[in-house]
């Protein structure tokens, strides 16, 4: 796949990539521009099991990818063609690890313009994909689930403060986040 994404991108001008979870808060690249953008016919959900980074395989955790379907807001990254094979590199060692994601060239509607870029998606079909998971679930998940990089319930929540202060607001992730709020209260 990643032969793939790199023939795909040719190298012969700027690399974009798009962020919608913690590639907003954390991208761990190098940057030249960013820019808010759409992607439609996806969008953000957090219906990805983590058996290391945010749980375990005893006590799995959630990160977000993205589903077919709907509308996605985020950002795009630009990042200058010489630098691009590196970026690339380290993307797939911090998303591609497992293999989990499906990488696609995703056309992103930004004020600015449209731009193609690299975005890490996820198929209903991956053993990784929950599926339909209940409300008792996500409660439990936010206060159990805790891996190598932290709790889910501090990554969703990173990652809706970052939308705020971007001025991106995604309901789907206030409403998970609400529950996890009632799940505390329940504790006192």
Known sequence: MLKTALLEWG???DLWVFGYGSLIWRPEFSFVEQRHATVHGWHRALKMWSRI???TPDCPGLVFGMLSGGSCRGMVFRIQREHGHEAIHKLWQREMITGVYDPRWLDCH?????VRA???????K???HTGVLSDE???RIFSKACGC?????????LTRDELRRLGIHDRALERLLRLSQAS???KE
């Open 126 to 128: 991956s053993p990784s």
């Open 137 to 139: 679930e996500y409660r």
């Open 118 to 124: 690299l975005a890490f998606t996820l198929s209903r």
């Open 110 to 114: 930004t004020p600015q313009g449209p």
């Open 184 to 186: 505390d209260g329940m």
């Open 11 to 13: 190298g012969h001008s």
């Open 149 to 157: 990089f932290g709790t889910t319930l501090d990554y969703a929540r």
């Open 53 to 55: 980074n945010r749980g």
